[in-house]
């Protein structure tokens, strides 16, 4: 094939790349961006309905509930009946949330809304990366990864000043009544337009190919690497279903596997119950605590989204060279020191607003360079292809259980232990995943899946021979 070919086929695969790239980016969006607007508004829905602190943690948790049902439910859901339509019905399930929690007059029907939003959103989160990996060419895969996690960076970062602006809009009395309404409304918008951009993608090849259907897929193909390697991925894809034909629940918990689904699995928790979404979805009721006004707490909080914007940025930029485990050690080691350090400041008389602000964006900091972005990394690397399915989506399931843990603890541990001994377990959780990351999570920079599938064999191995509960892994 000639280099004019081979550049022709590279522009129309990018082309195509792009279209795909701004579904990722819109689905990610819109979960950064329905995560976190209630960190805006809880503090005036606590009043307009008169919420206690369990309450207040149900307004935030509720998504999450919504958000494990459809996580849970995407795969089958997909399999079923297409990506690309259940990625549609889970744009029309946040338009409908995004109306329903605007408009109640009831804490009980907001909690309808959130949890129909919720299904969207972990269906989306769940989805949208799995979408990508199956359409892009493997040049472009590991991108698009990463690209979800800073789309939904930047969805979060988006809602703070969606936020800011409504709350400037009136007054008290009119943020109490009115504005809360408007920043959940707000998401109609990303919504829309995650709709409209999906009816101009197509289904994934790998689904169609799966049902039987390689006539349809192979046009598409054809757009992202050209005829001959298109005609090769097909043949490639039918002999990857083929070998799945074989495989079943148990093999996830055969030795070597069931180490690869507990290194998932705990990661997926890890990067939750270290304190991330506590900080992202209080973040305004924590700086109010500190005596900040309304407008200073969320000034406060958009200073918190950027730091996590700018930071995934570089994430993106440093784990291809410096290396995943190098980067969740140094992340999680810096995350236990600030939130140690934001407790003993909490145990001041006085604590300083100002030391607790520079150690919480510290902690945003870290967690952006490494656990945001790193562990949906990994949990598109450590699985061997035969359980890849099924094992990230019992690491995601686990991820949205932590998470509802959290933000529906968060509040009344907040009350009764104290804000000291709150961010204290956060730190001790965080030096808990430095040791996790040290002994038992393998370095998978730069070696193909093959090669990363091969550790878990060699683990498997170790694991059959030793009478211990340590598995020793070649860290590479």
Avoid at 308 to 319: A, G, H, M, R, Y
Avoid at 375 to 388: C, D, G, K, Q, T
Wanted: glycine share 10%; proline share 4%; charged share 15%.
């Amino acid at each position: 094939m000639s280099s004019t070919t081979n550049q022709q086929n590279d522009q129309v695969s990018l082309k195509f790349v792009t279209l795909v790239s701004m579904v990722a980016a819109l689905g990610g969006l819109l979960f950064g961006f329905d995560t976190s607007v209630v960190s805006g508004a809880i503090g005036f829905m606590e009043k307009r309905f008169d919420l206690n602190e369990v309450e207040v943690g149900w307004a935030v948790s509720s998504l999450i509930i919504g958000c494990i049902i459809g996580a849970a439910s995407s795969g089958v859901l997909s399999d079923k009946f297409g990506r690309k339509k259940v990625l549609i019905a889970a744009a029309l399930l946040f338009i409908i949330s995004s109306v329903g929690s605007a408009i109640p007059d009831t804490f009980t029907g907001y909690i309808i809304a959130r949890m129909i939003g919720g299904l969207g959103i972990g269906i989306t989160s769940t989805l949208c990366p799995l979408y990508n990996a199956e359409i892009a060419p493997a040049k472009y895969r590991g991108r698009l990864v990463a690209l979800n996690q800073f789309a939904t960076v930047t969805g979060i970062f988006l809602v703070y000043f969606v936020n800011l602006a409504i709350a400037n809009y009136g007054d008290d009395s009119w943020d109490i009544s009115t504005a809360w309404r408007w920043m959940f409304g707000v998401g109609v918008l990303p919504g829309m337009l995650f709709l409209v951009l999906l009816f101009f993608v197509p289904e994934s090849p790998r689904w169609l190919i799966k049902q039987g259907r390689p006539a349809e897929a192979l046009p598409i193909l054809l757009k992202i690497h050209g005829e001959d390697l298109a005609r090769k991925e097909v043949l490639d894809i039918k002999e990857s279903f083929e070998q799945e034909k074989n495989t079943s629940i148990r093999q996830l918990f055969s030795p070597g596997l069931r180490i690869a689904l507990i290194v998932g699995v705990v990661l997926a928790v890890l990067q939750q119950v270290t304190g991330i979404n506590a900080i992202m979805y209080y973040a305004p009721e924590i700086f109010k605590e500190m005596g900040a006004g309304t407008n200073a707490s969320l000034i406060q909080t958009i200073l918190v989204g950027l730091i996590n914007f700018l930071f995934t940025i570089l994430s993106l930029w440093l784990i291809d060279k410096v290396g995943r485990k190098v980067l969740l050690l140094t992340g999680s080691a810096f995350m236990a020191i600030s939130l140690i350090v934001i407790g003993f400041a909490f145990q001041s008389s006085e604590p300083s607003g100002t030391l607790v602000l520079i150690f919480i964006l510290l902690f945003v900091a870290s967690f952006a360079i490494s656990l945001g972005p790193v562990v949906w990394v990994l949990l598109s690397e450590i699985f061997p292809n035969r359980i890849r399915g099924k094992a990230t989506a019992i690491a995601s399931m686990a991820l949205w259980a932590a998470d509802y843990v959290v933000s529906q603890s968060f509040p009344p541990l907040l009350g009764s232990a104290g804000p000291s001994v709150t961010f204290w377990i956060f730190g001790i959780l965080s030096l808990f995943t430095f040791f996790f990351t040290w002994r038992v999570v393998p370095e998978t920079k730069g070696k193909s899946l093959e090669e990363i599938e091969s550790l878990w064999s060699e683990g498997s191995k170790d694991e059959t021979t030793s009478s211990k509960g340590a598995v020793p892994l070649r860290q590479g």
